[in-house]
């Protein structure tokens, strides 16, 4: 089936099969593979990108379902090296390791500030809940939100 | 040969503050990581690759009668069908023992031995492909308990072990007659998936010149593509590795990586197509290797004055179908037995026995885990019989430097757990929450504090070799091109390398580049694991970096008509240090470099100091050095549900110089987290040897919910003085350090003690009932 989408600010149109979940489309079709496939079960958040703004699991759409609707990924974030200031921060904050679940990560934090620009602790615990991360213990990534949230406010 | 790198630089800084070591800086793979370009094996997408899927085999044990792989091909887009006979090269993919075909041919010996493979055009035909591969078996009796499997009449192979271990010291049995006390139990530490989020995935290209070049989740790059040329009877020459962003390793995909590598590049050889396999999360759980369960019997006794006197330890390692990564582990448990502590005398026999269970992989610890999980059972223990604090009774028989270990290797420095034990305890408020704590107790919840200290040795272990290379290259525009074969699988590594390429000579970070990890353009840097990523992989990058330093600051003496000793480069900028005016650029420098005919690359390759302990005694020097850690933990029982709740964590190591401060924070919290999961929530749950929970809805890994409070870590920077500025591994220490103190936490909150990990809710709801 042709789908009409907006992807990162640019309008998109492609042939979705109605079977494709939107993480195979994003991945396989138009080869954005910052989109992560952790599980293709719902279980564990790299696959997470932003439909009208909030965060959803990419393996749970289908492609289809975006038809007409409003998607980022990370590439919507940055243009070249210029880094969003949630980028930044999790750079200086060292919010990634591996880095296989940063990309949901980071657009997980930007759903969430983009909501609420001043979160607490257990404001980014409840956000993150979906969000799988086997290697940094989640420290820096708390505290990379919290900076990302102050660079926003700047 | 061995050199002291860290006097050698240190020399050459005349003593200044380094500049770049020690400092937090931009990780090599922070920008790519953050902007989602960086690339991980399956982000390689290549056109028309065919897609491999395993035929795998339902039971636990049976011979293979008959494969017939017609009705494969009656499903359109087939390419080919795979058996065993059908391997090139030498069907055999074992790690340490050649005991394990790539494809299983005569029999299979756990649920998902391999006995064919499909390769397809796209992926519903390899899947279907794959189920209509029929397979004759003849089932065998199956054992699962390695106990049973040591008795009872089981032939899974030609033999019931793989291999071995003793250590032997001193003279136990008299030893224990002059103990006062004397602690003998039973533990039973269990398995644990890696649960990396990046599943194993591997890509093969047919290459020219006969060649062929693999894409894949691996952790050694020259393993891998020695397995890989092994499997098809090539020349080492012939196959080139890429090794990607890895999407976290924790040792997994170090047993796995070449696995799948090999599988994939069959695939690719015999259909001369590129070639994918890539493990789906169920496959992953299912079939990928995993933590070995210990059964551990240990027997340790104490004088009355608190001096701990003898061990004696049996254990059992259950290494499933095959030997896989068993060897190392078991050896490293039994090298580290007696815990971070000096004992005289030591009778420890370790066997690993084959079951049809899956088998075994490397993971963070390393039987490390295992074995320290009674050894600080057991100190708590005694220090109850003793009436010690346990922090007092760990102080009096930590080691110190000129301490021997039971190996008989004599620590002469670098030996920092004694501070370390009691720097932790102090930032915990151990002494006051130790008995305040008794006193906090709701009708409903029960808090506790307990302590756990590790010790891990850097490098691997003393009975195979560990040798790690390294090239710097200095290019006209005085950029630097470095390269190693070390993975960088998230742990920072290669940033660290950058850095002390840098620091040693004299430039700025950012004028280093790491290279991709290309076994076709870089040395062989061994594996990476065995905390030994920058400490024997950096200390490569360190051996290069300074012999280019060295030929630097000899041209610049000439070309500044001074002595060499004067000369300094900081910054990029080369100097007299009596006379500054005296001055040169970096860049200039090897421009002129080139315009002498001196060659600007240096290859760095570096052994590890250390030896192979005796197979009958044990004693030697397993390991170079050895990092240690102590972590206090704080729960918080509910005894009505069971349930142990974390509430902060205390974590302290003591590994040399701290390269990376903010990264090895990351590294300690990571694994605190990591060994959060063994301690309380991680259960592979399993039906003949086969994981039965396999998802992350039933297989409870930590989420940022279950996170405690993790204290800023306490670091004793007990410089080594053979490696590169003195730095030990960190990668694994501080994972090793937490099941032990949550389970000696829990014994202090409720006062009953659990022989096996992890202490599920569960378990301690039932204990609490009995109690
Ligand atoms: S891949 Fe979608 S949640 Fe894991
Ligand atoms: S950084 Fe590896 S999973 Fe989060």
């Not at chain 1, 991945?27 to 989109?35: E, Q």
């Not at chain 1, 952790?38 to 279980?43: A, H, S, V």
Request: include cysteine; glycine fraction near 8%.
């Amino acid at each position: 089936m042709k789908i009409k989408f907006q992807l990162n600010g640019q309008p998109v149109e492609a042939e979705a099969p109605i079977d494709e979940t939107l993480l195979d489309f994003l991945r396989n079709r138009l080869r954005i593979t910052s989109v992560k496939k952790g599980c293709d079960l719902g279980e564990c958040g790299t696959c997470t990108v932003l439909l009208n703004g909030k965060p959803v699991r990419s393996c749970l759409l289908l492609a289809v379902q975006i038809d007409g609707e409003d998607v980022t990924t990370i590439e919507g974030l940055s243009k070249d090296d210029n880094l969003n200031p949630i980028q930044e921060a999790f750079v200086k904050e060292y919010g990634f390791q591996c880095g296989f679940c940063t990309p949901g990560m980071i657009l997980t934090t930007k759903a969430l500030l983009d909501k609420n620009p001043d979160p607490s602790i257990e404001d980014i615990k409840i956000a993150f809940e979906g969000n799988l991360c086997r290697c940094t213990g989640y420290d820096q990534i708390i505290e990379s939100v919290l900076r990302a949230a102050k660079l926003i406010k700047r | 040969m061995y050199q002291d790198y860290l006097g050698e630089v240190k020399k050459l800084l005349h003593g200044k503050d380094y500049k770049v070591v020690g400092k937090n800086v931009i990780r090599v793979d922070a920008i790519e990581k953050v902007t989602g370009r960086a690339k991980y094996t399956t982000d390689f997408i290549i056109e028309n690759a065919l897609i491999v899927r395993a035929v795998r085999s339902p039971y636990p044990h049976a011979l293979i009668k008959k494969i017939n792989k017609k009705p494969a091909f009656k499903i359109p887009g087939v390419v080919a069908v795979i058996i065993g006979d059908d391997i090139p090269g030498e069907n055999q993919c074992g790690y340490y023992l050649d005991d394990q075909p790539l494809i299983a041919t005569d029999k299979v010996r756990y649920i998902g031995d391999i006995v064919a493979l499909v390769v397809a055009k796209d992926k519903e035909s390899a899947w279907a492909g794959a189920d209509a591969v029929e397979v004759k078996y003849e089932e065998l009796p199956a054992v699962f308990d390695p106990k049973e499997a040591l008795k009872g009449d089981f032939k899974i192979h030609n033999r019931k072990s793989p291999g071995d271990v003793k250590v032997i010291k001193g003279d136990v049995e008299q030893a224990f007659k002059e103990c006062d006390v004397i602690v003998e139990n039973i533990y039973k530490p269990g398995s644990q998936d890696h649960a990396y989020l990046e599943t194993e995935a591997a890509i093969a290209i047919p290459e020219a010149q006969d060649g062929i070049l693999v894409i894949s989740t691996n952790q050694g790059p020259f393993r891998t593509r020695n397995a890989v040329a092994r499997v098809l009877g090539k020349p080492q020459s012939q196959v080139r590795v890429i090794t990607p962003y890895i999407g976290g390793g924790f040792g997994g995909k170090d047993t796995y990586g070449p696995i799948i590598s090999s599988l994939a590049a069959v695939a690719a050889e015999i259909t001369r197509q590129p070639a994918m396999i890539v493990h789906t999360r169920y496959d992953s759980f299912v079939y990928h290797f995993k933590r070995c369960p210990f059964e551990i019997r240990f027997k340790s006794g104490a004088t009355k004055d608190g001096k701990l006197k003898a061990i004696e330890v049996d254990y059992l390692c259950d290494c499933g179908g095959y030997a896989a990564h068993v060897i190392g582990l078991l050896k490293r448990a039994a090298y580290h037995s007696t815990g971070v502590y000096e004992i005289p005398n030591c009778n420890v026999q370790g066997i690993a026995v084959y079951t049809n269970n899956l088998p075994v992989a490397a993971f963070n610890g390393f039987g490390n885990p295992q074995m320290l999980f009674a050894v600080e059972s057991q100190m708590d223990l005694l220090a109850e019989k003793l009436n010690i604090d346990p922090v007092e009774f760990r102080l009096k028989n930590a080691l110190v430097p000129g301490s021997r270990t039971g190996t008989n290797q004599l620590l002469d420095h670098s030996v920092g757990i004694k501070e370390l034990i009691s720097k932790v305890a102090k930032k915990a408020d151990w002494v006051k929450k130790r008995s305040k704590q008794k006193r906090w107790q709701s009708e409903t919840k029960k808090r506790g504090i307990g302590i756990g200290c590790s010790w891990h040795g850097c490098g691997t272990t003393g009975f195979k070799h560990d040798w790690a290379g390294a090239s710097v290259i200095l290019n006209p525009d005085g950029s630097v091109t470095y390269s190693t074969g070390i993975v960088e699988i998230g742990q920072g590594t290669i940033t660290s390398h950058a850095m002390m390429v840098a620091e040693t000579l004299g430039i700025p970070y950012e004028w280093v580049k790491v290279e991709l990890n290309d076994t076709s353009r870089m040395p062989d840097s061994g594996e990476t694991h065995a905390q030994r990523g920058a400490f024997i992989g950096g200390t490569a990058a360190v051996d290069a970096a300074l012999k280019l330093r060295k030929k630097l600051n000899k041209l610049a003496s000439e070309i500044l008509k001074c002595d060499e000793d004067e000369i300094t480069i900081e910054d990029g900028i080369a100097y007299s240090l009596n006379d500054a005016s005296k001055k040169i650029s970096f860049n200039d420098l090897v421009r002129e470099m080139y315009q002498r005919g001196i060659s600007p690359a240096e290859y760095g390759f570096i052994k590890a100091r250390r030896g192979y302990p005796d197979p009958d005694t044990g004693q030697g020097d397993p390991y170079a050095a050895y990092t240690f850690g102590c972590t206090i933990a704080e729960v918080e029982i509910d005894i009505e549900t069971g349930e142990v709740n974390v509430l902060r964590l205390y974590p302290g190591v003591a590994a040399g110089k701290i390269l990376q401060p903010d990264v090895v924070r990351g590294q300690i919290n990571g694994c605190a987290m990591l060994g959060l999961g063994y301690s309380l929530t991680e259960v592979v749950e399993r039906e003949n040897g086969k994981m039965v929970n396999p998802s992350f809805t039933d297989y409870l890994i930590p989420t940022i919910m279950d996170k405690p409070e993790i204290a800023e870590f306490i670091s004793v920077e007990d410089e080594y003085k053979y490696s590169g500025y003195g730095a030990k591994g960190v990668g694994e220490i501080a994972f090793i350090a937490t099941p032990l103190a949550v389970a000696n936490a829990v014994y202090d909150a409720i006062g009953v003690r659990f022989y096996d990990l992890p202490i599920s809710a569960e378990k301690v709801y039932f204990a609490l009932k009995r109690k």
